[in-house]
């Protein structure tokens, strides 16, 4: 699993002028991990099928 260290932590949050308390660093640290693993999926090619859909129908008795 991915993991932050305090030094990169402590660039990101300089580079975008922001600070944070104890409690807010572990809560980011903690998230690191799934915010990591999920920009590792979006960044590989999918297919079309991998979008969700853009238009909805209705059976019949739906619309009753």
Do not use: C, N, W
């Amino acid at each position: 699993m991915p993991q932050i260290d305090d030094a990169t932590l402590d660039y990101l949050l300089a580079r975008g002028g922001l600070t944070a308390t104890e409690e807010q660093r572990a809560g980011l640290k903690a998230a690191y991990e799934h915010v990591a693993t999920m920009a590792e999926r979006v960044r590989k090619p999918r297919g079309r099928m991998a979008e969700p859909a853009v238009t909805y129908s209705f059976a019949e008795e739906d619309e009753a």
